[in-house]
């Protein structure tokens, strides 16, 4: 059995995580970075599909197959996170939420470019106050930082996210 490389925990532990200078300090943004300079969004999907990642809900559906079956010609397109955690005894979304946002908002900016959207959203639960503050404070930094909005990082590719908590 191949031992586990863990991509989506690894910076679990690391103090401070949330604050957009201690995530780039830890490679933070480097990935979207290669993908918006040096990778065309058909390629982002087909690495995805050889990477075997999977959602993290209930049905573990892989991510690439389902990115795949976005139409190429349709617009607007909308990428959606589902933070909502309603799966019985799960605390996985709360995790990267309250740790990692910057993570979670990372892979979202590459998904988005990968299937072409336009806009994102993430729709968090109201019972995780501490995710959504670290949440929303990322978001903003990151659209301080170039990372989200019009012509991130000179590639052309232009992202708005809205967050969303339930009641």
């Known amino acids: 059995m191949a031992e586990q490389v863990k991509v989506v925990t690894r910076r679990l ?87 990692d946002p910057h993570a979670v908002i990372e892979g979202l900016i590459i998904g988005s470019y990968a299937i072409g959207a336009d806009k994102a959203f993430i729709y968090i639960r109201g019972e995780m106050p501490l995710g959504h503050e670290r949440l929303t404070q990322a978001v903003k930094q990151a659209y301080q930082h170039g990372y989200l909005g019009d012509d991130i990082l000179g590639s052309g590719f232009s992202l708005d996210l809205i967050v969303h908590r339930g009641a």
């Open 13 to 99: 532990g690391v103090d401070n995580t949330w604050d957009i200078n201690t995530y780039m300090q830890h490679d933070g943004y480097r990935a979207l970075e290669t993908a918006l300079k040096e990778t065309q969004p058909d390629e982002i999907i087909e690495l995805i599909k050889a990477s075997g990642l999977r959602g993290r809900g209930g049905a573990a559906f892989p991510c690439g197959m389902k990115w795949s079956f976005m139409p190429k010609d349709y617009s607007p397109k909308y990428f959606c996170c589902n933070a909502d955690e309603s799966e019985p005894g799960t605390a996985k979304d709360r995790v990267l939420l309250e740790q």
